[in-house]
């Protein structure tokens, strides 16, 4: 069975710091998905990343970055010089791939609320 | 273009107490999805459809929950008759039809609160 762990279940910071939000995955498929989801105040999913399996690539998009590691299960979120409009809650999910249609459910963690203080 | 639309956003009832959800999702996305989240929980897939069919519905409560997707478009959840571990926010989603060797990105709606009294 598929599991997503988020231990952090609340992180605050100062705004400028720069935060981490850890993710830790089950999975005993060798082709899988893994994303990153915010969730505003407002309740909203708003989609962050995707990441396929086959590729461990680091990936910087402005001041979020995402760090893959296979050996460890685990993809880990980073912002960098963090704002107030970061306050959210931070969900990490994980799908298998699958070839046929209709495309796979998420299982998501936990999430980690993140407070970003003046 | 426009995104996933879910109505009502609030709604308040008194347990065994019936509710309808209805969703519209992106147009032209074949798989639709509704996910219950319950506070401080993420969310969990209840069903998942694809065009009107359903692909995965495992984890319905199927003795009080049932969803349809007639015309492969709009979709209902209703539950009936509800009780007070039902309340939550019930989310959908969709997604375009999956492609070869790649994850399908969800898109999600506003959800609905619902609180069972």
């Known amino acids: 069975a598929q599991k997503v762990t988020q231990a952090q279940t609340e992180i605050s910071v100062v705004e400028k710091e720069d935060v981490t939000l850890d993710c830790v995955y089950e999975?005993?498929?060798?082709?899988?998905?893994l994303f990153w989801y915010k969730q505003p105040p407002s309740g909203e999913l708003v989609f962050l990343i995707r990441r396929n399996s086959f590729d461990e690539q680091n990936e910087i998009s402005g001041r979020y970055s995402w760090n893959f590691q296979k050996s460890t299960s685990s993809f880990n979120f980073t912002i960098t010089a963090s704002q107030v409009v970061d306050s959210a809650v931070y969900f990490c999910?994980?799908?298998?791939?699958?070839?046929?249609?209709?495309?796979?459910?998420?299982?998501f963690g936990t999430g980690t609320q993140l407070k970003v203080e003046l | 273009e426009a995104g996933v639309a879910q109505s009502p956003r609030y709604k308040i009832i008194e347990k065994r107490q019936s509710v309808a959800f209805w969703c519209n999702p992106i147009s032209g996305h074949a798989t639709l999805y509704w996910y219950q989240q319950i506070l401080g929980q993420g969310p969990k897939l209840l069903i998942q459809f694809q065009n009107n069919g359903v692909v995965d519905d495992s984890q319905l409560p199927k003795d009080r929950f049932s969803a349809e997707r007639l015309k492969g478009v709009d979709s209902t959840l209703k539950i009936q008759p509800a009780k007070l571990e039902d309340s939550a926010v019930y989310l959908c989603?969709?997604?375009?039809?999956?492609?070869?060797?790649?994850?399908?990105?969800?898109?999600f709606g506003p959800g609905t609160r619902l609180t069972v009294l």
């Open positions: 999975t005993r498929d060798t082709t899988y998905y």
């Open positions: 999910a994980l799908s298998e791939a699958r070839i046929t249609g209709g495309g796979n459910k998420l299982t």
């Open positions: 989603a969709s997604t375009a039809h999956i492609r070869l060797a790649s994850g399908n990105e969800q898109f």
